[in-house]
């Protein structure tokens, strides 16, 4: 488990991003800790070290820079990977019977 948090946490440490604005680097850290790895399912993005989870990091930092809205690079997360990828979906039909037994849903 430690040497799954040691990679996790040098794959971040080796991704030296700049922002032009501290904001810019406040919503990128708020971002990839709310975003799921699609590949890992319990860990969120900025925990992950998988491959995948490295891409999204550089997709979210690419797309703040670029001047997209959280919310614009949310759906664009959604549009690809589905609700799963958030840790808090949208309460909806689809996602009201999560974790809850079928006898009820």
């Known amino acids: 488990m430690l040497c ?3 990679l996790s946490l040098s794959a971040v ?3 030296e991003m700049t922002f032009r604005t501290e904001l810019n680097k406040t919503r990128y850290q708020s971002l990839v ?3 799921r790895c699609p590949k890992c399912q319990n860990q969120n993005l900025a925990d992950s070290g998988s491959g995948i989870a490295v891409d999204l ?3 979210v930092y690419q797309m703040i820079e670029q001047g997209k809205t959280d919310q614009e690079i949310v759906d664009y997360m959604v549009a690809r990977y589905g609700e799963f990828v958030l840790y ?3 309460h909806s039909t ?3 019977c999560f974790g809850m037994d079928s006898l009820f849903c």
């Open 57 to 59: 990091r550089e997709q």
């Open 13 to 15: 440490a080796q991704e």
């Open 94 to 96: 689809a996602t009201f």
């Open 33 to 35: 800790e709310e975003l």
């Open 4 to 6: 799954g948090m040691w």
């Open 88 to 90: 808090r979906p949208q």
